[in-house]
């Protein structure tokens, strides 16, 4: 047994060696590359790598995401005509280039909303291409060389380099894939970035909310962590739209806050005569960011109840004693340390040894 295992430790101690000194047995070891921080330059640059001003870059991957209806795809068209044709949008310069849109949901629908867009601005948008191929990249037969071909292919028609692909939306793309799985939503990303890459341009996802809107996109939590702009579209109760920039790793702007509307186009008439719209969109003045309302703890909602049953105020100890109790189950401690919370939150007072509840109105 002890003449086995000399002999084990003797053959991964030969490998290491072979490793080192370069062996054919080894498979080649990648040179990676690297520089010091004496030879990085100090001094000021001329940044050209912005695709929409402060707000996209040439080589970022970014999303769009919102609630249903938000009005996420039509800001992405938008944004893709602006790239299409080198025209500022909202007031902010773009750098000119093909845009490939990869319709995959509802391709008729995007198509729609270009033709809105041609008629209502006389717009040329021959390097606007919206393709109408269902396109997967999550499966083993991913269509990574198929959109690559596709960018060549434009390029050479019409003579400009590919600026920005748009994947709508995430969830038709990657289908297959469980979207809370890094394991598989890793692989779509990992696929955006072989097109971004192969074709040297931007990639944007339009992507959905997840059931609570506070948590931010539907899914996996490092998709976040693997772009590089997010914005978040919304909606209030009165219409007004939102595009907020969430995150920005390269660029300043997080927090911005971009306003539009929807303006209905009609685009013809159906077969009894009733008239089919779409819409465009049109700048307006941002609506002011909702105020957050914190919701109160289960704890600090027992001891407003509880207080007011006594007349809005208590010693601390009674109330301690009160909450530790049924119906209650509160420890001494946790209550002291809310209570203690709830007076630097200027919710409760202390006078006089008691705990106090203001009265409404004060």
Known sequence: MAFDLVQEMQAIADKVHDAANGSALAPPVRQLQYVTGDQIDAGDRVFDDELVEGLLTRHGISVIYGDSNSGKTFLAIDIAAAIAQGIQWMGRHTNAGIVLYLATEACESVELRVAAYKREFDAQLGTLVVVQSPINLFNAAADVDAVVALARRVESDIGEKVALAIGDTLATISAGANENSGEDMGAVMRNAQAIRAAVGCAFMWIHHTGKDAAKGMRGWSGMRAAIDTEIEVTVDDKGQRCAEVTKQRDLPGKGERIGFRLSTVVMGRNAWDKE??????????????????????????????????????MKRSDLQGMLSKPPYAWTFDSVRNEVGKLIRDKCLTYDLGEVVLPKEGA
């Open 276 to 313: 089919r719209t779409t819409c465009i969109v049109e700048p307006t003045d941002a609506p002011p960011r909702p105020v957050k309302v914190k919701r109160p703890s289960a704890i600090a909602g027992a001891i407003e109840v509880v207080l007011r049953q006594s007349g809005g105020r």
